[in-house]
């Protein structure tokens, strides 16, 4: 059983009356690492990412268009502003260094063949460092890109607009477990 719903109560509390944005973002970086490297599983990593990108995500959440409930209800009410200097704060942590382990050449090459053929590096940027609504996937944990790009494929996560729709309705789980294994481990 996760910890979550114990502690969640209890980082709620302390985010609402946290005085600075570095005690704020605690909660936050609690599950998502301090140093902007996730080690929760499934959890994403937000070192490196678009400070445009994090706040927009930031909003979803408070406003309920994407749900995770500890996040819906540590943003509840939080004004623009205050999102706006916790996503530069955010973006600020460094970005996630790649798995050590070295990527399979097949999986790779298959990656690199979607990836060319979807385009992804034009939204993402050509090292996926990511860009201003784009975010980045360098380094990412693999089981949240995982997990990120079968909900894309569901329809049951929002993006900006229908491009990834588009592009995932055509690919496979094991497409998608292949961009997972190669973009965690890019460098």
């Not at 268009?65 to 502003?81: A, F, I, Y």
């Not at 995982?146 to 990834?164: F, G, I």
């Amino acid at each position: 059983m996760s910890a979550l719903p114990l502690i969640f109560p209890l980082a709620v509390e302390k985010f609402a009356s946290a005085a600075t944005i570095e005690d704020q973002l605690a909660p936050c970086t609690a599950c998502h690492g301090a140093n902007g490297t996730s080690l929760l599983p499934e959890t994403p990593s937000l070192g490196g990412q678009p400070a445009f990108y994090l706040s927009v995500q930031l909003l979803m959440y408070r406003e309920r268009m994407r749900v995770h409930e500890p996040m819906n209800e540590m943003l509840k009410g939080t004004s623009d502003d205050h999102l706006q200097r916790m996503a530069d704060a955010l973006s600020k942590l460094p970005a996630p260094r790649p798995l050590a382990e070295a990527p399979d050449v097949g999986r790779s090459t298959k990656a690199r063949a979607l990836i060319a053929q979807h385009r992804c590096n034009f939204c993402h940027n050509q090292d996926f460092s990511g860009e201003k609504n784009a975010p980045r996937l360098a380094g990412q944990r693999e089981d949240y890109l995982v997990k990120a790009l079968r909900e894309y494929k569901n329809n049951s996560r929002r993006a900006y607009d229908t491009s990834m729709a588009d592009v995932m309705s055509e690919l496979s789980d094991s497409d998608i477990q292949d961009l997972g294994h190669y973009l965690a481990r890019l460098r």
